[in-house]
């Protein structure tokens, strides 16, 4: 069977290609992919190439299929997997393998299986692993963005607090406490404001900062007070651009008990220092933002290490039942992943929206593999609809979902776009 891919060769060298698969092994899966949403990881393996940890070194000669955000239908079963999987059927998958010590990863080191394909065959660790998932929701799109809001779940289930007296550590955030999100309107930012507000651990209040006013006015939109109180929230935006004094009006928004729990979207030195400095007593500081910096630092108030008990960890990505989470919650319509979405396009605009993806830092793109169409901000679809109603459609679309992508969005777009 053929497939088309964007393949990579080498340092910023992505190349669409047709050619052909082998045929399956029988502990094997080929799949048809419909999405890919791109991610900044992607983008580093795609700048990095073999010097990537996850990037083979013969790529030159035996490129890899890149996009590991993958959605789609199972095509074709090997007789290994015929009682846990079926044709027809759509699946999701968690590319983070760690299988028997390696770290090849879909979308980083196989040369049949990447998510910029029209179709791919899933290796037997995929399924040995239990990371090939079924998928009963009806868009495409929702179960691509499972992995990026996987790695949201994780933050929140890694964040952990104390009970004085004893050592034990409870996992996760305070139940009832209260929650800033710094640097946090952007597509991650956005997917942990839906999770906070509708998982089973929600804070009493949510205060959620950026410097782009822009970027709050739609989170403010998509997220509004009356929503946030329905589930007992009171959810706060703040532009901290020009306060003088952030830390000291963040507490005074707590009553000056600071926070339970802070979580950070931006690497960027003066915000880890806020978070720092408005945690409360036992307060958990989650950097959830990936520095590129080897050498990033901040300053850390040890004082309050010893005598407040706050704390800090990390987090990068999530765990297959964090998958499994985000998969159940999307199926429930519990929470919306396109809240992250905020540019659409077909397989053919995969690789430059790759490599140029730090130049267009907006929200999460979203790729269709079966379909030609340059990448195009949801935004943009009111002024592309003047010369082509195609978009004109996309846009009354989107206007009947708060400026959001749809599953309506997404069966319009795959009935009327094709390849060329």
């Known amino acids: 069977m053929k497939t088309r891919a964007v393949r990579l060769y080498g340092k910023k060298d992505l190349r669409m290609e047709e050619f052909e698969l082998p045929e399956i092994k029988e502990d094997e899966i080929l799949v048809k992919v419909v999405s890919d949403s791109i991610c900044m990881s992607t983008y580093k393996a795609a700048i990095l190439g073999s010097d990537h940890k996850r990037v083979p070194s013969d790529i030159a000669v035996n490129p890899v299929i890149v996009g590991h955000e993958m959605a789609g239908d199972i095509v074709q079963v090997g007789s290994k997997w ?10 999701s998958m968690q590319p983070a393998l760690n299988y028997k010590g390696s770290m090849d990863s879909p979308g980083y080191s196989y040369r049949y299986c990447g998510g910029d394909a029209t179709y791919v065959i899933m290796p037997q660790e995929v399924m040995e692993l239990g990371c090939l998932l079924n998928y009963d929701g009806k868009a495409y799109y929702e179960a691509s963005l499972a992995e990026p809001m996987s790695c949201i779940i994780g933050g929140f289930h890694a964040s952990f607090h ?7 550590h409870k996992m996760g955030i305070v139940e009832g406490g209260k929650l800033a999100m710094l640097a946090a309107a952007g597509p991650m930012g956005l997917g942990a404001i839906d999770y906070a507000m509708h998982c089973d651990r929600r804070p009493a209040l ?7 006013q822009g970027r709050l006015d739609r989170a403010r939109a998509i997220f509004t007070k009356e929503d946030a109180k329905k589930v007992g929230i009171e959810l706060i935006f703040v532009n901290t651009k020009d306060i003088e004094d952030v830390p000291a009006y963040l507490r005074n928004l707590t009553g000056g008990t600071g926070f339970d729990d802070v979580f950070v979207y931006s690497p960027v030195k003066p915000v880890v220092e806020q978070g720092d400095k408005i945690l409360g007593r036992d307060g958990c500081l989650n950097f959830f933002a990936g520095p590129t910096d080897t050498k990033f630092s901040a300053m850390f108030n040890f004082y309050n290490v010893h005598y407040q008990s706050t704390h800090t960890i990390g987090t990068t990505g999530g765990n297959t039942n964090d998958m499994i989470e985000s998969l159940r919650m999307t199926e429930k319509n519990i929470i919306n992943p396109a809240v992250m979405v905020t540019h659409v396009g077909g397989l053919d605009s995969a690789a430059d929206a790759t490599i140029r993806l730090t130049e267009v830092p907006a929200g999460k793109k979203l790729i269709y593999t079966n379909i030609f169409m340059d990448i195009t901000a949801i935004d943009e679809f009111e002024e592309k609809g003047k010369k082509d109603p195609r978009f004109k ?8 979902n708060k400026g959001l992508w749809s599953l309506e969005a997404e069966k319009y777009l795959l009935e009327n776009w094709k390849t060329k």
Do not use: H, R, W
Not at 82 to 91: I, L, Q, S, T
Not at 162 to 168: A, K, L
Not at 206 to 212: K, L, S
């Open 82 to 91: 015929k009682n846990d999987f079926k044709p027809g059927n759509k699946f």
């Open 162 to 168: 104390t009970v004085m007296g004893s050592y034990e």
């Open 206 to 212: 949510i205060v959620v900062t950026d410097i782009e």
């Open 393 to 400: 459609k996309l846009s009354e679309i989107a206007k009947n």
